[in-house]
């Protein structure tokens, strides 16, 4: 476990504050707008230089959603967000392309992030040329480069995306979020769909990439072992809004928000003899069109309380041996 | 484990020969497309098959016929034969068909020309700025409602009013035809480009910080292209017809200029008397317009991802 030492501790890279992404939903001949699905409701959260924060919640609780609107890839509704002290979501569009060389994105499905009429060279030299960093011999040189520092030949940069398998399609995506030197980059779901030993070649990939270019990720994923394995910091969210944000060990050895506890729980423990008490959630996650008043989870806890049904949960942070655990529940 | 890498090009027409349906229209077109050529050269640059010239002596002579003796010199066409008969004012068939062909060829290529450029002009922007609001109404609904109200009027209808209004010229009609089939290609491209717009290459090229203009015309044109082109190959085939149903009624190129559709129109008068003069121009249209479908569904087959090597 060589996880990368925590720097820079004081001020983070980048910081969201408050960012929401409100859908519309159009119904009717003029499709007014009758309802908002609220798929990211009111969430904060840093990211430090050089350490990985995994961003965990079940499908559907608008973990990508946030990934995309912190980027300014879909518009967020509202919010703020800080890249190196600058407000992103305050940038014209030719400040914001300036600005998108630090900030990089990884795909979940390796089959569509490819532009299947483009070669390889393309796809991973484009950024280089369009922003004017490298030209001519130059380009080819740092193609070759990126190519072989994500494991893949250098000769393969005039071939198209449909000749690769999976694992090789997702290291030709990281060579192209490498390509521009970016200091933040956004793992969706990177390795997903891969297969288990791929994902595994993968991850120690993005593990030695971040070793040596220092650089920091938000891991978003469903899987908890992967996240476990990876981040330094995990957010979980839960309905659009983040519920627990904690330190990786402390938060798998203390859970301290009933739906962490929950999917703690019900992640498989890979040893048969091992009995743990099965603390399964009843029913169905809330519509986040129409989310539950107070705290987004109290349809479901164990623990409910009748304040937890009117009363948002505020932020507390619990410190210890160092390390700060921030909840948003009313239990603690 | 050297296999020649292989652009997309290759890879179709790998694809693409190997429909034998297919190939035969596209050799049926290329020997319009030089029918065509030959037929502007050879018929109104320097003179080799006159289709103007009347030889009242020798009307309505079956294909193959031979010159009676009562034609003057300067008359007799080439090869002293009528390959495909004469007409009623002892015209010769071959070359008015072959001044038609060019008329048929280039209508249909000027008319789908038109309707594509509008279509992936007016889809393009109902795909890729449909949600910015011009006052109460989206730039979306404003192009696809205008579209709608254009496929309520009956296509054939709406260009026989147009012509009547303006002088029945070879260039009206191209015009015409173009800017009233411009709405399927229109929902075709606008479909492609939502459907792009959310897939992950074209974020992947917004991430990396690419110019708007870039993303529309290096990313997501080529990838919606395909279809386009195909539906425009069968446009031209229902230009081409559209040509021929208007010069049939008379509304369309007007005589002495010859087309496929007023040799019809003129030998559906004969049809007992003198069939090759009906017989000629419908089965070149029919074979014209097959061979168009025919390239049309052999592009369909060969872009289809399914069948293609991985």
């Given at each position: 476990m060589n996880k990368t030492t925590l720097q820079n501790k004081t001020t983070p890279l980048l910081t969201v504050k408050n960012l929401k992404k409100h859908f519309p939903v159009r119904s009717g001949f003029f499709s007014h707008i009758s309802a908002w699905v609220k798929a990211v409701d009111d969430i904060s959260f840093d990211v430090y230089a050089g350490e990985t924060l995994g961003l965990v919640g079940?499908?559907?609780?608008?973990?990508?959603?946030?990934?995309?609107a912190l980027l300014r890839l879909i518009e967020p509704t509202s919010g703020e967000v800080y890249f190196d002290n600058k407000n992103l979501l305050k940038m014209k569009a030719t400040e914001l392309r300036q600005i998108r060389r630090q900030m990089q994105v990884i795909f979940q499905d390796p089959y569509s992030s490819l532009n299947p009429r483009m070669?390889?060279?393309n796809i991973v030299g484009e950024a280089l040329k369009v922003h004017e960093i490298a030209t001519g011999e130059a380009l080819k040189h740092r193609l070759e480069e990126l190519l072989d520092r994500v494991g893949l030949s250098p000769s393969y940069h005039s071939r198209y995306p449909h000749e690769f398998s999976g694992g090789q399609r997702q290291r030709i995506g990281i060579a192209r979020a490498l390509a521009l030197n970016p200091t933040f980059i956004v793992c969706d779901e990177a390795v997903s769909a891969l297969d288990v030993s791929i994902q595994a070649q993968i991850i120690n990939l993005l593990r030695d990439l971040q070793a040596e270019y220092h650089l920091a990720y938000l891991f978003i994923s469903h899987d908890l072992n992967v996240v476990q394995h990876i981040a330094d910091r995990i957010a979980v969210m839960y309905l659009g809004k983040i519920v627990e944000i904690a330190p990786a060990d402390t938060l798998f050895k203390s859970p301290k928000h009933p739906y962490t506890q929950a999917l703690i729980a019900a992640n498989p423990i890979p040893d048969p003899d091992i009995k743990h008490e099965a603390?399964?959630?009843e029913g169905d996650v809330p519509s986040p069109v129409n989310p539950p008043s107070g705290c987004p989870f109290h349809t479901r806890c164990p623990s409910v309380m009748d304040k937890c049904k009117h009363i948002k949960p505020p932020l507390t942070e619990i410190k210890k041996e160092g390390k700060s655990q921030i909840v948003w529940c009313h239990l603690h | 484990m050297t296999v020649q890498p292989k652009t997309p090009l290759q890879e179709f027409w790998r694809l693409f020969k190997k429909d034998k349906l297919a190939i035969s229209g596209l050799v049926i077109l290329t020997l319009l497309i030089i029918a065509a050529l030959?037929?502007?050269?050879?018929?109104?640059?320097?003179?080799?098959?006159?289709?103007?010239?009347v030889r009242l002596v020798d009307k309505f002579l079956p294909p193959l016929s031979s010159i009676s003796e009562h034609v003057p010199i300067e008359d007799i066409p080439r090869f002293g034969v009528y390959l495909l008969g004469t007409d009623e004012l002892g015209r010769d068939?071959?070359?008015?068909?072959?001044?038609?062909?060019?008329?048929?060829?280039?209508?249909?290529?000027?008319?789908?020309?038109?309707?594509?450029?509008?279509g992936i002009l007016l889809g393009g922007l109902a795909g890729f700025y449909g949600n910015v609001r011009l006052g109460f109404i989206t730039v979306d609904t404003l192009i696809m409602r205008f579209t709608d109200v254009m496929l309520c009027f009956p296509t054939?209808?709406?260009i026989l009013t147009v012509v009547a209004l303006l002088p029945p010229s070879i260039y009206n009609i191209m015009i015409i035809i173009g800017i009233t089939s411009w709405m399927g290609t229109t929902r075709f491209v606008r479909a492609e480009f939502l459907a792009l717009r959310e897939q992950d290459f074209v974020i992947a090229a917004k991430a990396v910080g690419l110019p708007e203009?870039?993303?529309?015309?290096?990313?997501?044109?080529?990838?919606?292209?395909?279809?386009v082109l195909i539906s425009a190959i069968i446009g031209v085939a229902t230009a081409i017809l559209t040509e021929s149903a208007l010069s049939f009624l008379g509304f369309g190129v007007q005589p002495p200029y010859a087309t496929w559709g007023n040799i019809l129109a003129d030998g559906k008068n004969f049809i007992f008397d003198a069939p090759w003069l009906f017989f000629i121009p419908g089965i070149a249209i029919l074979f014209v317009v097959l061979a168009f479908n025919l390239v049309g569904e052999g592009m369909r087959e060969a872009l289809n991802p399914k069948l293609r090597r991985r």
């Open positions: 079940e499908s559907g609780c608008g973990k990508t959603t946030a990934g995309r070669t390889i060279g603390k399964l959630l | 030959a037929g502007k050269m050879l018929t109104e640059w320097m003179i080799i098959f006159d289709p103007a010239t068939v071959f070359a008015r068909m072959l001044q038609g062909s060019f008329v048929s060829l280039s209508i249909g290529f000027v008319a789908v020309g038109i309707s594509t450029f509008i054939f209808f709406l203009w870039r993303i529309i015309f290096l990313h997501m044109v080529p990838n919606a292209i395909a279809p």
